[in-house]
């Protein structure tokens, strides 16, 4: 079975410049979750959906980041306008239970996409 | 945000060595998890522990969960190169408005030397 997958896997862009980054959860996986990870913060939640609607997006930053999930096989981060404090390592993942069900909780996480904006 | 502190953040080890490292948090988890990361990888979850005083193993890696479920430990026996990488715990948190999710330590960053 194919994994999760991103797109792309690396992005050099300059500050100001619109950012997409794009995710393929595994089929028949009915959560998505977009996670940043950098070297100061470690792992972070970003935002979450379920059967393609966002259910918690506090972790979103601020007002330039916005995620979108049109339908069950794919998702996009978007940053507008980017800014060098958002270069990091952008990773989706997806499982099959909601993280209440516990110890039956599998995130499988995809390559990530390394983002650079200088 | 609940915080899970990892210990130590670097370790560097000869191959064949054990070592220990830990996943404290003061507040109670109803479960935990390691997963563990190569360079340009995501995570791989390696197991999950539910039930206070839990011990699981996994070939040479035995991970524990703590008697209150505030801390876990993961010891790996002999350690080799392939052991290498980013060693991350990670508890579920209430976020509010009735949202859970999963919260993750800034991991332990293992080299196995041969």
């Known amino acids: 079975d194919a994994g999760v997958i991103q797109s792309p896997r690396h992005e050099v862009t300059e500050m100001g410049q619109e950012v997409t980054l794009r995710c393929k959860p595994i089929?028949?996986?009915?959560?998505l979750f977009w996670y940043r990870q950098t070297m100061m913060r470690g792992l972070e939640l970003l935002i979450y959906?379920?059967?393609?609607?966002?259910?918690?997006d506090s972790g979103m930053p601020e007002d330039r980041f916005s995620a979108k999930m049109p339908n069950a096989s794919f998702s996009t981060l978007k940053i507008q306008p980017s800014e060098p404090r958002d270069s990091a390592v952008y990773f989706c993942?997806?499982?099959?239970?909601?993280?209440?069900?516990?110890?039956?909780?599998?995130?499988?996480f995809g390559p990530g996409t390394r983002l650079t904006v200088l | 945000t609940q915080l899970l502190e990892q210990s130590p953040q670097f370790l560097s080890i000869q191959e064949g060595e054990n070592l220990t490292v830990y996943c404290n948090s003061s507040s109670v988890f109803s479960s935990l998890q390691w997963y563990r990361q190569e360079p340009g990888e995501g995570p791989v979850l390696l197991v999950t522990?539910?039930?206070?005083?839990e011990v699981k193993k996994l070939k040479r890696l035995t991970f524990q969960f703590g008697d209150a479920r505030k801390d876990s430990s993961l010891h790996i026996t002999a350690a080799q190169p392939g052991d290498t990488g980013l060693y991350l715990c990670a508890a579920l948190a209430y976020s509010g408005a009735g949202s859970y999710q999963l919260t993750f330590g800034k991991g332990t960053k293992l080299s196995v030397i041969p």
């Open positions: 522990v539910v039930t206070g005083g």
């Open positions: 959906f379920n059967n393609n609607v966002p259910i918690d």
């Open positions: 993942a997806s499982s099959r239970a909601h993280p209440l069900a516990g110890g039956q909780h599998t995130q499988y």
């Open positions: 089929s028949g996986h009915d959560y």
